[in-house]
């Protein structure tokens, strides 16, 4: 009995196990089976998600651990990709365990790319590969059977034709009803004599003179072969006389590239994860959306560097890993599954800004590990009210390295605390993003009013 159900397997995030989105009574309506890694469930750590996790999805949840084998592939094409470096441990073994299904469903890994950028699939289904082999062999004693079956009767007509007194009784008592395909000598030596005729004949044309142009003589099509002149304009030829047929059988016809839509998908990833969703549709693995549908098409964000045009999608990077330049620009880029390409979309009329780019530097003092010293609030080793001694300009430097770290070890304040104020009464203004600042700014070299 075939399910009606339109997903066979869902391979679950966190993520949507964690918003519970979509439910899962929706996730067993649509689904034979809902797997994922154990890992997964080792990251769920708010209580009221845990308790509703075991007593709601854990009856119904397949835990499974990928093999080593996928893990490394997995591993592999996320290098190529770019999104390793922030893909996690159950990220890549979720990405595995997607990988083994499909291809323990669908026979192989025949519809996936080895490769990022393939412009093709591993391969053919293996269903049309045994169908052609088990139709070879079927062919094959029928094309032996009809040689022997055709030959037989013509062996058995020669010997018999070769008896003088029964050759008469056949061409009298069947001949003038039923044509029969018998050789008898006489046919046999009018033909070899015919076949003389036409060699004798193809020679003397050989040697021949060429023709004059003079003569009247051309050769034309006989008018009265209507059968030539029919298959000739019901053939593949366009002409003025058929081409509203063409276009019509054109139009009629559905197109023979395009892949029919499986009716029900084998294998399919829910995550909320920008990575895993490149790889996965990169890949050519089903993606599902939180309504359970099959996306084809995906656009997100990650940042460029100005500079090197290295790409990374770390969204919290402020420094380029190769350059070193805090040149990143946040980007747009699209991945599509059906070609696997993966496209940045770029402004054709982008001008970098230098904006704050030009300024002057304290020098550094003698007496302090970081070079600067504040003396006297903004003496030696610093500009006009201490300017310059806490100036972040690279990634190593032992400040920016100090401002992650207090950001880090910032406890979140609790709204209800009595003693807590807001910013606004307090005058305390944190930058946007809770990110370190880099350089001096924008606005250090804009005239300030005496």
Known sequence: MESSKSIHTIVLDAGPILKNDPPVSTLLAQSEAVVTVPAVL?????????SRVETTLTPFLT?????????KLITAFARRTGDYEVL???????LALAYELECERNGGDWRLRKVPGQKRVNGPPPEKAEDAVEATSEDSPDISNGLSESTDPIAADTEISEDPNMAPEISAG?????EHPILTTESHDELSQAVEEIHLSSTDAATSPPPDTTSTETLQPTPDDPAQDSDSSDGGWITPSNIKKHQHHSQSSPSSTTPPVPKTLQVATLTTD????????????????????RIA?????ILRCHACFQLTRDMSRQFCGRCGKPSLMRVSCSTNASTGAFK??????????HRGDRFSIPKPVSG??????????????????????ELILVEDQKEYVRALTGQRRERERDLMDRDYLPGILTGERGRAGGRPKVGAGRNVNSKRRQ
Request: proline fraction near 6%.
């Open 42 to 50: 080792a990251e769920i750590r708010d209580p009221a998600a845990r």
């Open 63 to 71: 835990l499974r651990t990928p093999k080593p084998e996928s893990i």
């Open 88 to 94: 996690s441990a159950p990220d890549v073994q979720i």
């Open 174 to 178: 069947e001949g003038d009803d039923v």
């Open 274 to 293: 920008f990575a895993m969703q490149n790889v996965l549709l990169q890949m050519n693995l089903n993606l599902l959306s939180p309504s359970l549908t």
């Open 297 to 301: 098409h995906l656009k997100t964000h």
């Open 344 to 353: 940045i979309h770029l402004k054709r009329q982008m001008q970098w800004n």
């Open 368 to 389: 302090s590990a970081n070079g600067r010293v504040n003396v006297g609030g903004g003496g030696k080793g610093a500009g006009k009210g201490g300017w310059g001694q």
